[in-house]
């Protein structure tokens, strides 16, 4: 199943996406006033049965704003460095023993078709396509042989870097968490539809061109790595987001750089999943 948060109207709400449109579920689930709620209730293994006592009321897709799949989360945890890259050169840097994490804040995050924001301080801003992990159940020291049990779905996440910040003192968090550089969406994809987060490809285009192409097999450190490291250091929770990083292509790597600009589009897709499109625009 596919599940969103979306705005109409001025109000937020989230449901779940049909061949038809939305399906409001909110209504249904008065103890769930957000999808961090829902994908963490018992009401969440029902998911099918509440579909379908809402199948007759459908919204347009058009006629919603599409909300980061997880708005106001606790904790985004975002990872550095973690594909293997067999092209990188003599000069690439040895893999990582632990995974290289930092924190993005939730204000910094924009849905699907909402404008990632060149800001005024910059013109280094650079595109990361990645996959993320939505957690639907609590933990804490959880093994990786059941982590993928803690899931309740997956995700596109963009983790656009302001590349000159991102260098200030070597402090990464600087450049990851200026206003609307978190694209995140269109929606989340249930954990039962995709039982091994393995082998999914990603690609990411610029303007129509290809500029990032992989597939989450090369990760590093697994989802299940991931969870299992990041929930000895958290009280991992429902809507708990975990952004498993980005393969080689970014901008920055490039002769010359390649940043974007005001009315560049970036496109990130990912198989099973979807695609998450955004436009930029100058502060």
Known sequence: MKLLSYAIGGAESWGA??????????QAVPACPTLADFIGSPDFEQRDALLAGRSGAVIPLHDIRFLPVIPRPEKIVCVLRNYHEPDAGPDALPPPAFPPIFLRVWRSQVGHLAPVIRPRVSTQLDFEGELAVMIGKAGRHIPAETALDHVAGYSIYNDVSVRDWQRHAQQI?????????????????????????????????????????????????????????????FDLVPGDVIVTGTPGGAGFTRKPPLYLKP????????????????????E
């Open 17 to 26: 996406v049909t061949d038809a449109g939305v399906v409001d579920l909110a």
């Open 173 to 233: 968090a600087s450049g990851k968490n200026f206003i609307g550089t978190g694209p995140f969406g269109p929606w989340m994809v249930t954990a039962d539809e995709i039982p091994n987060p393995s082998g999914l490809a990603l690609s990411t285009r610029l303007n129509g061109e290809t500029v990032q192409s992989s597939d989450t097999s090369r990760l590093i450190f697994d989802v299940p790595a991931l969870i299992a490291y990041c929930s000895t250091i």
């Open 263 to 282: 009315g560049d589009r970036v496109e990130v897709e990912i198989a099973r999943i979807g695609t998450l499109s955004n436009d930029v625009i100058d």
